[in-house]
């Protein structure tokens, strides 16, 4: 491993020194396996943060009855070493150029993959509109606060549990009203990448289908954690 980032006080990205890595596509992720001393193993899946061309990182946020996210967060230091596979997945990836407009829809940690699509589009100097929608439990939480406003991606959040003092924003959870103050028009035909928890993406897919939005093209990725 390469350096650690500190995202928010759960989440750190961790930039891996990986030999022989071939380069990946925004959206995709990679397997990583601990192995203990007495040869026990835990292995999870993680999505990949960087943009292709990027060194290779993840960000994991820690959950408190896993195996792998505590020493990942808490524990792992530069140098340590662990074993990844990938890149994995070719169905929610974004290769920059698309022209449709994208729709972005986060739920926590799901911003990961839609962050390496945003880094993508900045780094490939892509044209096609993108705007990404983002939930966190708190202001805290947000994950790539300050990044995230300097790639060239209109960025929308709500806050779910702990709005700030003065926060002007959106303070609920995503719902149909939220959706169509923010998505595109289905008449533009936007892609449409959904990542979160299981309840999140279907109430952020189902939203949309109801504005009037083609199911093929929102394509989804779900986790089992977040906010």
Do not use: K
């Amino acid at each position: 491993m390469a350096s650690i980032r500190a995202e928010t006080p759960r989440v750190r990205t961790l930039v891996l020194d990986a030999d022989g890595w071939s380069d990946h596509r925004a959206g995709q992720h990679l397997d990583v396996r601990l192995t203990a001393e007495d040869g026990y193993q835990a292995e999870r899946s993680y999505s990949i943060a960087s943009a292709p061309g990027e060194p290779l990182a993840i960000t994991v946020e820690r959950l408190e009855d896993g195996e792998v996210s505590p020493y990942l967060v808490d524990e792992v230091r530069d140098g340590d070493r662990f074993e990844v596979r990938g890149p994995i997945g070719g169905y929610f990836v974004w290769n920059g150029d698309e022209p449709e407009p994208v729709l972005l829809v986060a739920g926590g940690s799901g911003v990961v993959p839609l962050a390496a699509m945003a880094r993508q589009r900045a780094r490939a100097g892509a044209t096609a509109p993108m705007r990404l929608l983002y939930s966190s439990r708190s202001w805290e939480d947000v994950i790539y606060r300050d990044e995230l406003e300097t790639l060239g991606v209109e960025v929308v959040h709500t806050l779910t549990r702990e709005p700030p003092p003065g926060w002007d924003g959106y303070a609920r959870r995503i719902d149909d009203e939220l959706l169509r103050d923010v998505a595109f028009p289905a008449s533009e035909g936007p892609r449409v990448y959904v990542c979160g928890s299981t309840r999140f993406v279907d109430a952020a897919a189902d939203g949309l289908v109801r504005l009037g939005y083609d199911p093929l093209w929102i394509r989804t990725e779900r986790f089992g954690a977040t906010g």
